[in-house]
């Protein structure tokens, strides 16, 4: 997916409509149409052109965990999209009918939550539309009977507070993905994860790293990991990652070596027995293993300073 998609695109204010995504206790989704004015369609068009050209000149890459949205995009595409229950509830519904609105109190009543909103662009030229997705805070609904919150309006005519009795929601420039095609183009990774619920994705995958750690001969403890990182997303990514890179696979003798020296250079206690990398029933001890193979400790080549990171990709020499 490029930016250049998404220039070439002509929309008109009379092209764009808003969908609200609320959750219920056991976390279904359910898609709303709203009606809005010619003002908001004003908005969301001005957010999107501003987006699109803050960040036409940025390199695009592929979806990682460990990777940020400081100076890159993120694409998360297709097919590997479809291992996202999110992705298979939207591609199937966003374009359809859905149910109008009801007064957004009624939602808090039925404890649906709004934790979504979606603009629809729709290129009549191309007969094609995309969605951007913003995350809704909490703090962002005027739905404050239940915090004994007394909310008030500025009147710029009479110069006085008056009580706003009308719920609100709050919107911003901010976009948080573009979906288009079953693919998100991501500007902010940490909000995409939360709206998409990367957690069970996240969960799939670790448990893919698990098994192939447990039919290695040459780690000794796997079930420690699987303890630790049972509930824990950040072990969860670790796991990833160490599969991702594939280290475990060839630790030979030299290799568990390599570990314990590396190991001893960081003041981590690596315990090797009969061939075997030994893990330990200790928390800090399976993250520390985890940093070992992922190769965590680098050098600058410049500055030859030490650092401490899960991100960066494989270089070709």
Known sequence: MKIDTFKQKKIEEDDISLILLAKTNDKQIDIFDIDIDDSLRHFFLSAFNKTIKKYETLKIEKYDFDKNTDDVLLEFPSPESGNLDFTNTVSLNLAGYHTHCPNL???????????????????????????????????????????????????????????????????????????????????????????????????????????????????????????????????????????????YNNLDSDQLEKIRSVGNKHHIDVTIENSQLIIKDDYEEVTNICKLLCDYFKVGEISGKNYGTYAGDVLDS
């Open 105 to 247: 109190k009624e939602l808090d009543e039925n404890n649906m939550k709004l934790f979504t909103y979606c603009i629809k662009f729709y290129d009549k030229n191309k007969n094609d539309s995309f969605y951007m997705f913003t995350k809704i805070q909490p703090s962002k609904i005027g739905i404050d009977e239940k915090q004994n919150i007394f909310r008030a309006l500025f009147s710029t005519e009479g110069a006085k507070l008056t009580q706003c009795k009308d719920i609100t929601i709050s919107f911003t420039e901010n976009i948080d993905f573009i979906f288009y095609n079953n693919e998100y183009l991501i500007f902010n990774k940490a909000m995409f994860e939360q709206i998409v619920d990367i957690s069970k994705l996240i969960k799939k995958e670790s448990d893919k790293a698990l098994e192939e750690l447990r039919n290695n001969s040459s780690i000794s403890g796997v079930e420690i990991i699987e303890k630790f990182a049972k509930n824990k997303s950040f072990l969860q990514k670790r796991l990833i990652k160490l599969h991702s890179l594939g280290i």
